[in-house]
């Protein structure tokens, strides 16, 4: 028999698990509809803290706060009501009554030309069940931009060895950031991290993997030299974090193993390089930008590489390659400690210089320099940027996400765009389909994770006639291995216990580290849980080669939602539902797999069967999912409809999850001489879904589905 449902202001949205007993003890599981439950009008929300007008500084942050209070749930929909800024202000980190305000600039050369700017804000405060009544109150601010906040000057001290003086094994070295500066004196948040190695490998059980770094958000991070193959030099990179800044800059270290010998080292060659009469600097990965609107000299040298048997004894060889479109560029003295370019009026492409200098042991080292030629007189200037749902990307992408790239801001150096030509292209990583690429903006789904390198790559050429910009160039990191659990649930039930038990599975001869795993309900809101018999709060863990770990998942009251797991490899999933009784023992299960985020699913499907389907939406928009069932005898689509077409758009709200039934009223009525097919779920954006096989509302089995790419 079905279960009634669990009565309140709303019932669990499209359908409820529930677990009842047969004449045999055996568990079962059963699906029922569910529907809005009515309650009493609301009334109208009061704010009871409101917005007030505000200032801010072009590139930061500002914290926003307004709380309603009302007899019932309330939801709140935050909105840039005018802006000033030509579109530089955004919203992020939005959270119910709370949001983070942030406002660009629009380039480091122009900054403060937003001064004076005002922003409009808004915040509306209604039921979030609409059948508690349609009022809704609202509450404004104007923010004015006055001020900017400029980057903080990011500087690395410590002890941290030299090519002569290596640190040896088991020694600590520690980096600081206490010598970092702020231009408006504000205190920016530093994070550590290891960056690109050199020489031998490290030496652990588990293979060559880095030491451990403490003390990785703050003023100072160290870490214990641990055992090597040869001497290291290991880059160690200091961001600091001041609003809409992210200021990186790196330091060697240089270690050794405890019992190196003293041998004859490699020398460590160094560029630096002054552009015209401009201030001397130290070549980085980030090529120069050089304006060629007249000829210009840059003096390169190298009279500050260093060698073990001091830098007199070396010698220098410069060498170029270079990809210039227009004008010239030569090399004077190639084989000196300092040599020139010689940069010719009007000059566009790019330069890379390659500096080798070679000891009396003819070992050599190596540095390079890059330049980017660009005649700002003439040439379009390209700028992209990137957005997920309409928010900036600021981090690790997940597989599946569909990313905007926007070159509409790409402009000629007079600010007019009429008639330029657009051309996105990936230039590295996973390849992957670009949508619109000969337009302003453009749209890319991100793969999964499958090795090196994590990341893709595009680059932006904008064209005014046959004048091409310099590349704007754009990267994407990718997020661990993502994948899902379309239905959980827990809970009491009568006298026994309905719990979910979540089983991964690491069948590598590596461990995985870092495994994340997240608990959502219905409306998309972190779930609270207890696993393995303590709150949940989702911090990651570990997973030892072929191992496993199982994850209980038990709560006060009957909990309905779904899973997130993510993972720098891949794991095998399974999730069991279970009814323990008071003795604790697993009276019965019916498990169900894990899928990834798609767009496209398949699987068989039989015009005799009950079946019911949960979809998830991880992804941060609406999803627009169409259920098509196809023929297998005539090849002719029988059956296409919208899953969510009570919804809001007809759509799944992001982040949310549903569950329904495949009955007839939703489907409509097949042909006579249909039978079997193939069930296909499409959805606009990435989703991820189970589907069940039911006899009279109950779960007996799942079925297998295919991702179809």
């Not at 070396?314 to 560029?329: F, N, P, R």
């Not at 700002?376 to 957005?387: F, L, Q, V």
Request: with cysteine.
């Amino acid at each position: 028999m079905m279960p009634p449902f669990i009565q309140g202001e709303r019932s669990t949205p499209d359908f409820c698990l529930g677990v009842t007993m047969n004449r045999n003890s055996t568990v079962i599981i059963i699906l029922s509809a569910a529907l809005w439950v009515a309650s009493a009008n609301g009334g109208t929300p009061v704010f009871t803290s409101r917005l007030g007008d505000v200032q801010m500084r072009e590139m930061d942050l500002l914290g926003l706060s307004a709380h309603a209070t009302d007899t019932h749930p309330l939801a709140y929909a935050w909105s840039i009501v005018s802006d000033d800024t030509n579109g530089q202000a955004f919203f992020e980190n939005v959270t119910g009554a709370s949001a983070e305000l942030g406002v660009r600039w629009i380039s480091s050369t122009a900054a403060g030309q937003l001064n004076g700017s005002k922003v409009t804000i808004r915040v509306v405060a209604r039921h979030a069940n609409p059948l508690d009544g349609p009022e809704e109150a609202e509450t404004t601010a104007t923010v004015t931009i006055q001020g900017v906040n400029h980057p903080p000057v990011a500087v690395i001290g410590g002890k941290l060895g030299t090519p002569t003086d290596r640190i040896p094994t088991g020694y600590g070295v520690c980096a600081d950031a206490y010598q970092i500066s702020d231009p408006d004196g504000d205190g920016p948040r530093a994070n550590w991290d290891f960056g690109k190695r050199s020489g031998g490998r490290w030496m652990t059980p588990m293979g060559d993997l880095a030491p451990a770094l403490f003390g990785s958000e703050g003023g100072r991070c160290c870490f214990t030299v641990i055992d090597m193959t040869a001497p290291i030099d290991q880059e160690i990179q200091l961001t600091l974090l001041d609003g809409l800044h992210a200021v990186k800059n790196t330091a060697m270290c240089y270690l050794k193993p405890a019992d190196a010998a003293t041998t004859n080292q490699a020398p460590k060659a160094v560029i630096q390089y002054m552009v015209g009469s401009g201030a001397q600097g130290v070549a980085s990965a980030t090529p120069i930008t050089i304006n060629t609107n007249s000829a210009i000299t840059a003096t390169l040298k190298g009279d500050a590489s260093t060698d073990d048997g001091g830098n007199a004894n070396l010698t220098h060889a410069w060498t170029s390659q270079d990809s210039i479109t227009a004008g010239s560029v030569s090399l004077a003295t190639p084989t000196a400690a300092t040599t020139s370019l010689d940069i010719a009026a009007h000059t566009r492409g790019t330069l890379t210089v390659t500096l080798t200098a070679k000891d009396q042991g003819n070992l050599t080292g190596t540095a390079t320099i890059s330049f980017k030629f660009a005649d700002s007189a003439g040439s379009p200037i390209a700028r992209a940027s990137a957005s997920v749902a309409g928010q900036l990307v600021a981090g690790p992408v997940d597989p599946g996400t569909v990313v905007t790239l926007d070159g509409s801001a790409s402009s000629r150096p007079d600010a007019s765009k009429t008639n330029l030509t657009y051309q996105w292209t990936q230039t590295g990583g996973p390849s992957v389909t670009i949508t619109n690429a000969d337009k302003p903006v453009a749209e890319f789904t991100t793969p999964a994770q499958s090795g090196s390198p994590a990341w893709v790559k595009f680059q932006l050429i904008v064209k005014d006639g046959a004048t091409a910009s310099d590349r704007a160039e754009l990267t994407f990191y990718l997020s661990h291995l993502t994948f899902y659990f379309s239905q959980v649930a827990a809970g009491p039930l009568g006298t026994s216990e309905f719990r979910t038990c979540l089983l991964l599975v690491n069948g590598t001869s590596e461990p995985v580290n870092g495994v994340e795993v997240e608990f959502f309900d219905q409306d998309g809101h972190p779930m609270d849980v207890t696993v393995n018999g303590s709150p949940w709060d989702g911090p990651p863990f570990d997973i030892a080669p072929l191992s496993s770990k199982r994850l209980v998942f038990t709560a006060q009251n009957l909990k309905l939602g779904w899973a997130k797991v993510k993972a720098q490899a891949r794991l095998t999933g399974l999730l069991l539902y279970q009814m323990v009784g008071d003795d604790q023992v697993v009276q019965s299960q019916v498990g169900l797999y894990s899928t990834e985020a798609a767009r496209k699913f398949a699987t068989f499907y039989d015009a005799d069967a009950e079946i019911a389907i949960a979809v998830a939406n991880p992804s941060g928009q609406p999803a627009s999912v169409r259920v098509r069932i196809i023929d297998n005898q005539t090849g002719a689509e029988v059956v296409s409809r919208l899953l969510f077409a009570d919804e809001t758009g007809s759509a799944l709200p992001a982040l949310q999850h549903r569950a329904k039934f495949l009955t007839p009223e939703l489907l409509g009525q097949f042909p006579s001489s249909f039978s079997v097919g193939t069930l296909l779920v499409e959805s606009d954006v990435p989703v991820t879904i189970t589907l069940m096989e039911t006899k009279g509302g109950v779960v007996f089995s799942t079925l297998p589905v295919r991702t179809v790419r």
